[in-house]
Nanobody
């Protein structure tokens, strides 16, 4: 599967953005999907994830209540709705796909087999 993330940009504090992760080559429903973010010099951090069944969603502590992960199987696209953005949300955001597993979605970026290029999100204060 190939992934393409888009939707990043510059937004003011308190604003919203919606990131998209378009999958091609395979159905996105065959994969667990994770959104991660990374700033220069730091590791890639987990933001949000959805199991391949769509039945389980997970969020990093810093984004709970503000970000929502979703999926539109008909469009083969996953989304990350980001609300109430803060300057500390500034990062390069990546979507990853994890081959479906009976053990459920893993939240470590090393457990994702496929990645798209990142999309930059910048939140101004």
């Amino acid at each position: 599967v190939q992934l393409q993330a888009s939707g990043g940009g510059l937004v003011q504090t308190g604003g919203s953005l919606r990131l998209s992760c378009l999958a091609s080559g395979r159905s996105i429903s065959d994969y667990g999907i994770g959104w991660f973010r990374q700033v220069p010099g730091k590791e890639r951090d987990f933001v949000a994830g959805m199991s391949w069944t769509g039945g389980s969603r997970f969020y990093g502590d810093s984004v709970k209540g503000r970000f929502i992960i979703s999926r539109d199987s008909a469009k083969n696209t996953a989304y990350l709705q980001m609300n109430s953005l803060k300057p500390e949300d500034t990062a390069n955001y990546f979507c990853g796909a994890q081959i479906r597993s009976e053990v459920g979605l893993r939240l470590d970026c090393r457990d994702y087999e496929f990645w798209g290029r990142g999309t930059q999100v910048t939140v101004s204060s």
